[in-house]
């Protein structure tokens, strides 16, 4: 069966972090419709001739808007040509995959899933820990930390997010933290807890601030205005782990 689409999930910026498979369908596209975070050296795999579209979505910022995205994809993809749409992380997490899935379907166009390192692993990776361990932390959940409106979601479980034995890992949460910090407080769980925010992994800018939910708060309300750059967060007992990664205090 011919693919007319490939979903490449970029991971979170490093090149050396893109999957064989990956590689592949990015040197052999025609089209390449790819988001802001999954740019710079990743698209230096691309042949000369491809089209390059940009397609990304940035808090704040004029983005396209999903049904134009949607409305590309079928309109290359009739046309024969091989196109790739590459997502940042995984796409398969908080990357609006499920849309643009049903858009090729309901024209018949073929796609393929190719996964790829997801920012919240990689952040763990940098910061030098596990998510899981054997007695006291044996659940990790992903989360999102804006909704379709960017403000905090209103239908998150607080008390499984305020849970001491599971790592929570909180995507686009950065403008919001001010919110869930105060929330999963008043749910429990200690402002003392430790959380490490990882902004821009595996890139020559990527920075790691180790503080606690408490401080957080604070921080996220004095640099509520300055947000720029992509983070994950991730709170939970594993960030007590005594890594040697250095990270900025």
């Given at each position: 069966?011919?693919i ?13 972090l ?37 397609v ?58 190719i ?14 820990i ?120």
């Amino acid at each position: 069966m011919k693919i007319s689409v490939s979903f490449v999930g970029s991971g979170p910026g490093d090149p050396e972090l893109l999957t064989l498979k990956a590689i592949n369908r990015l040197k052999n596209a025609d089209v390449i419709l790819f988001d802001d975070l999954s740019s710079g050296p990743i698209l230096e795999y691309v042949k000369p001739e491809a089209d390059l579209i940009s397609v990304g979505k940035r808090a704040g910022l004029k983005s396209p808007k999903q049904i134009e995205v949607s409305r590309l994809l079928v309109e290359y993809a009739s046309k024969g040509l091989k196109v790739v749409r590459l997502k940042s992380g995984d796409s398969c997490l908080f990357g609006r995959l499920e849309e643009e899935l049903t858009v090729l379907n309901d024209s018949n166009i073929t796609y393929e899933i190719i996964p790829g390192v997801t920012s919240a692993l990689a952040s763990a990776a940098a910061i030098g820990i596990p998510l899981t361990r054997r007695i006291n932390s044996r659940r990790v959940q992903f989360i999102t930390g804006h909704d379709i409106n960017g403000d905090l979601p209103k239908d998150l479980n607080f008390s499984a997010l305020s849970d001491i034995n599971a790592t929570t890992v909180v995507f686009m949460g950065r403008r919001t933290f001010s919110k869930l910090g105060t929330k999963l407080i008043e749910h429990g769980l200690s402002k003392n807890t430790p959380v490490v925010v990882a902004e821009s992994v595996s890139t020559e800018n990527e920075k790691l601030l180790r503080t606690t939910i408490g401080n957080l708060i604070n921080l996220s309300k004095e640099k509520k205005q300055n947000v720029k750059n992509p983070a994950i967060i991730i709170y939970g007992p594993l960030l007590e782990f005594n890594s040697k990664n250095n990270l900025n205090e």
